[in-house]
C-alpha cells in the first residue's frame, strides 16, 4: 500500500501497479494533440476540484444490475447521441431523448416481460474517435473534428485547434443534463401513470406510435384494475421512478482521470464521470491507455467488439478488464455489421463461453452499417440495423447464450438521418432534418419500431 497524490489529492492506492494516471506511461490511440501542455494541465486541476457526476454506490448498483442483464434476467438497453453537442443542451432536447427511451423500456418489458436496464449515451458523450485524424476541403488540410470536448465542427483553423478549456464546458453541461435526468427520472415525468404523455406529436400517427398506444392504454387499464382491488399503487417506488444511468466512451484521458475518486467505503476507484464507460472499437489495445486506465477503476465497463477482433485478444482483454470474472462488470457491445456478424460473432462467444467468462452481450447495430449517400452524408438503412439484430439473436439463441442488450444512436427529434423505418425515408429525404454532427440517429419512430422488433425476438 502506498499513498499517491494527483492534483493536490492523496490517494492510497493497493492494487496491481495501476494508478489514476499509470496510462500515461503507454501509447494513446487517438491522443489529441493539445497545442498547449500548460494550459491543459490549468484544466486538468480544475476539473480534478468538481464535484463528482456520480457516486461509486450508483455505479455499483448499476454493476448488480448488470450481473442480472449477464445472467439472462433482465435485458440492457444503452441509447443516445452519437455525440452530445454545446450547442443543444436544451431542456426539451434532453426530455425528448428520455421520452424515446422510456418509451423503448417500456415496449421492451412490456412485450418480454423481462426488466430493462435503462442506460444513456448522455450527460457526458462528447468525445469522438475519428478514422482519419485530417480532414481536407478544397485543398486546406485541418485537424479532424473530435467532438466538441475537443474542437468546434466549423471548417476554420481556429475552430478545429484543440481547446482544453472545452472540458470544462463539458463538465458542465453534463452537469445541467444529468440534473434534469435525475429530475425527470424520479420527480413524477417517469411516473408509469403518465405513459401516455411520452408519445410525442408526430409519432402519435404512425403505426409505432399507435402501436405504443395501444400499450399505454393496457397499462393504465392494469395500473385501473390494481386500484380496483385496493392495492396502493403510490407506495410502490417502481412504478413511479425509473433508475437511468449515464454512459459515454472513454476516449479522453485527460478529462476521465480528473474524476478519479476513492470511494470512502470500499477504498475501491471510480471514474466518477459517469456511471458506465466504454472503449471504443479504435482504442481497445491491449497494452494500450485506454486499457489500462479502465482496468483500474471499478465501474461497470463497456468494450466495443468489431469485426477485426480475434477470439485470443478478446478473451485477453476480458480477464485484464475483469480479473476477478466479476458478473455485470464488463458488457462486450458487438457492432460487427450484417454482412460480418455472421462470420465473425459466433466464434467469439463461443471462445468467450468456454473460458468461463461473465459478460453481458450487447449489440450495437448502427456502427458497422454506416456508408455516404450519394450526397455524401452518412447514413445508415433501418433494414441493416433490424438483419444485424435479428442475426445477433439468432446466434446467441443457436449457442445457448443470451442475448443480452441493444446499444444504439437515437434523438428524440423528427431528424431525417437513417434510411427506411415505418416513414420509408429515402436518400433525398436526408436533406430535410439532418442535425447530427457526426454519425447518423435513429428517429423517435424508427426507434419505437426497431424497440417492438426487439421485444418480438427476446419473446421468441
Ligand atoms: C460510437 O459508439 O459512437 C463509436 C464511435 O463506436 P465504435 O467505437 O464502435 O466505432
Ligand atoms: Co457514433
Redesign the pocket.
Known amino acids: 500500500m502506498f499513498v499517491v497524490t494527483f492534483y493536490d489529492r492523496e490517494m492510497t492506492t493497493t492494487a496491481n501497479d495501476w494508478a489514476p494516471d499509470s496510462w500515461r506511461a503507454l501509447p494513446a490511440d487517438q491522443g489529441v494533440l493539445w497545442p498547449d501542455s500548460e494550459a491543459l494541465y490549468a484544466v486538468e486541476r480544475e476539473l480534478a476540484k468538481q464535484p463528482p457526476l456520480v457516486f461509486a454506490g450508483e455505479a455499483r448498483r448499476l454493476t448488480e444490475h448488470l450481473a442480472d442483464v449477464s445472467q439472462g434476467r433482465a435485458f440492457l438497453l444503452q441509447a443516445g447521441d452519437?455525440?452530445e453537442s454545446f450547442h443543444d443542451g436544451s431542456a426539451d432536447a434532453i426530455r425528448d431523448k428520455l421520452k424515446v427511451i422510456l418509451q423503448m423500456a417500456v415496449a421492451l418489458t412490456y412485450a418480454s416481460g423481462v426488466p430493462v436496464v435503462k442506460v444513456g449515451?448522455i450527460a457526458g458523450q462528447f468525445a469522438?474517435?475519428r478514422t482519419q485524424s485530417f480532414e481536407t476541403q478544397d485543398g486546406v488540410t485541418l485537424e479532424a473534428f473530435r467532438g466538441h470536448i475537443v474542437n468546434d465542427e466549423a471548417f476554420t483553423p481556429e475552430s478545429r485547434r484543440p481547446d482544453p478549456t472545452r472540458m470544462l464546458q463539458a463538465y458542465h453541461q453534463s452537469v445541467s443534463t444529468l440534473n434534469l435526468l435525475r429530475a425527470f427520472t424520479k420527480g413524477g415525468f417517469a411516473d408509469l401513470s403518465r405513459v401516455h404523455a411520452w408519445n410525442q406529436q408526430f409519432v402519435l400517427e404512425t403505426i409505432e406510435g399507435k402501436r405504443f398506444s395501444a400499450i399505454a392504454d393496457d397499462i393504465e387499464r392494469a395500473m385501473r384494475f390494481m386500484r380496483a382491488c385496493g392495492i396502493d399503487l403510490g407506495r410502490e417506488s417502481s412504478l413511479h421512478e425509473v433508475d437511468f444511468y449515464t454512459s459515454h466512451?472513454a476516449l479522453i484521458l485527460p478529462y476521465e482521470q480528473a474524476f478519479v475518486r476513492q470511494d470512502s467505503l470500499s477504498g475501491d476507484w471510480f471514474d466518477t464521470s459517469a456511471h458506465l464507460l466504454?472503449i471504443?472499437?479504435?482504442t481497445r489495445q491491449l497494452d494500450g491507455a485506454h486499457v489500462e486506465f479502465l482496468r483500474g477503476v471499478a465501474n461497470p465497463l463497456g468494450l466495443?467488439v468489431?469485426p477485426t477482433s480475434t477470439p485470443r485478444e478478446l478473451v485477453a482483454l476480458a480477464e485484464r478488464l475483469n480479473p476477478d470474472n466479476v458478473p455485470g462488470r464488463l458488457t462486450l457491445?458487438s457492432?460487427m455489421g450484417r454482412d460480418k456478424i455472421l462470420d465473425v460473432l459466433p466464434e467469439l462467444i463461443t471462445n468467450v463461453k468456454e473460458s468461463g467468462l461473465n459478460v453481458v452481450w450487447a449489440c450495437?447495430p448502427?456502427?458497422g452499417n454506416t456508408f455516404s449517400a450519394a450526397s455524401g452524408k452518412k447514413t445508415r438503412r433501418f433494414e441493416d440495423v433490424l438483419r444485424e439484430v435479428e442475426q445477433f439473436f439468432s446466434i446467441h439463441h443457436q449457442l445457448g447464450t443470451w442475448a443480452g442488450g441493444l446499444?444504439i444512436?437515437l434523438t428524440g427529434d423528427d431528424v431525417t438521418e437513417c434510411l427506411g423505418g415505418g416513414q420509408g425515408l429515402d436518400e433525398d429525404d436526408l436533406e430535410i432534418n439532418y442535425t447530427s454532427m457526426?454519425?447518423p440517429r435513429l428517429n423517435a419512430s424508427q426507434s419505437l419500431d426497431l424497440a417492438f422488433r426487439v421485444a418480438e425476438f427476446l419473446q421468441n
Do not use: F, S, T, V
Request: with cysteine.
Open positions: 452519437c455525440a449515451r469522438k474517435p466512451e466504454w471504443g472499437d479504435r466495443k468489431g457491445i457492432r450495437d448502427m456502427h446499444h444512436e457526426c454519425d
